[in-house]
């Protein structure tokens, strides 16, 4: 439900995405940005890095009791990612919405029109990532960018 302020304005959220490796990689960033836009977000920040495996394992530390987390660090580092805070009314369940299911084989199938359906290849390599709540986005925001991401600067670059 979209909340009001006392000036009438709805109150908008920020989230985390991520384009991984294999998108990046695979030239996907752009139709990847073109579907943030197209679908109302606005992009606060971003920046393009090189995660190494302490990152990429903190990250996702809550994975680290699995079976696929090497794997899954492997492929993290496996390249460089672009991180992006995204910006709008239910960012954080639509972006979830926009990149479908986590395995993209399934995605392929359920949510043809998903973006891990366009560039996914299977459960590990799904080519992007959003935050699951809006609890995560907070963590992974700061994780990424620091204590200051309410910003107003769009598309503040800062390539590594
Ligand atoms: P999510 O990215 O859709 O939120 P999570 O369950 O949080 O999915 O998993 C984090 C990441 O770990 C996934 O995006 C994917 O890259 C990888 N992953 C998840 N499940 C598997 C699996 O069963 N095998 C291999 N990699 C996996």
Not at 7 to 16: F, K, P
Not at 77 to 87: A, E, F, H, R
Request: proline residues 3%; negative net charge.
């Amino acid at each position: 439900p979209t909340r009001s302020s006392s000036n009438g304005s709805t109150e908008e959220e920020e989230t985390l995405a991520m384009v991984k490796p294999d998108g990046v990689l695979g030239n996907y960033t752009e139709r990847i940005k073109n579907a943030v836009v197209e679908s109302g977000f606005s992009i606060i920040r971003e920046t393009v890095i090189q995660l190494d495996e302490h990152r990429a394992s903190t990250f996702y530390v809550e994975h680290s009791s699995k079976s696929f987390f090497s794997s899954l660090v492997k492929y993290m580092t496996s390249g460089p990612v672009l991180v992006m805070i995204l910006k709008k009314e239910n960012a954080v369940a639509d972006w979830r919405a926009i990149i479908g299911p986590t395995d993209a084989r399934k995605a392929k199938i359920t949510h043809p029109h998903s973006i891990r359906a366009m560039c996914g290849l299977n459960a590990e390599k799904n080519c992007v990532h959003g935050s699951d709540s809006l609890e995560s986005a907070r963590r992974e925001i700061s994780f990424f960018f620091g204590e200051i991401s309410t910003g107003e600067a769009v598309g503040v670059h800062d390539e590594l």
